[in-house]
């Protein structure tokens, strides 16, 4: 089990089960973090996590044993979940501003403060 449960593989490593964001949420969501300057990391199929740019604060990430963090675009690729970073303080404003954008095509959590993700339902 891999992604919080979005993408279950059997012994053998074979998907049993996949579950992603649609990817006009993924589009809006990089185009979001775009316009606002923030940081989102799109978590990806073959074990890949995508960040949108170059940011320290992906080295929040280590202590949790992710992967390696890659920058670049996510056009074709199955996303899985989006990771967004922001202080603590930045948190709820994010969040609500996520919530306006995204309205009933995503479910947002935060399980770390100061990273607030999209899952899909």
Same mark, same amino acid.
């Given at each position: 089990?891999?992604? @919080?449960?979005? !993408? #279950?593989?059997? %012994? ?14 993924? @589009?809006?969501?990089?185009?979001? %973090? @775009?316009? $606002?300057?923030?940081? +989102?990391?799109?978590? *990806?199929?073959?074990?890949?996590? &995508?960040?949108? $740019? %170059? =940011?320290?604060? *992906? =080295?929040? !990430? ?14 074709? #690729? %199955? ?12 948190? =709820?404003? +994010? ?8 309205? =009933? $095509?995503?479910?947002? *959590? #935060?399980? &770390?403060?100061?990273?607030?993700? +999209?899952?899909?339902?």
């Amino acid at each position: 089990v891999f992604v @919080q449960g979005l !993408l #279950v593989c059997d %012994a053998g490593g074979e998907v049993v089960q996949r579950t992603v964001l649609e990817p006009e949420v993924v @589009q809006l969501c990089r185009s979001v %973090a @775009q316009s $606002r300057g923030w940081t +989102v990391l799109s978590y *990806t199929d073959g074990d890949r996590v &995508i960040s949108n $740019r %170059a =940011d320290p604060q *992906t =080295d929040r !990430l280590r202590p949790l044993q992710e992967p390696a963090v890659e920058v670049g675009g996510v056009d074709g #690729v %199955a996303v899985h979940k989006m990771l967004f970073l922001c202080s603590s303080e930045e948190e =709820d404003a +994010v969040r609500s501003e996520l919530a306006a954008e995204i309205s =009933d $095509r995503a479910s947002l *959590t #935060v399980a &770390i403060a100061g990273m607030v993700e +999209v899952l899909p339902f």
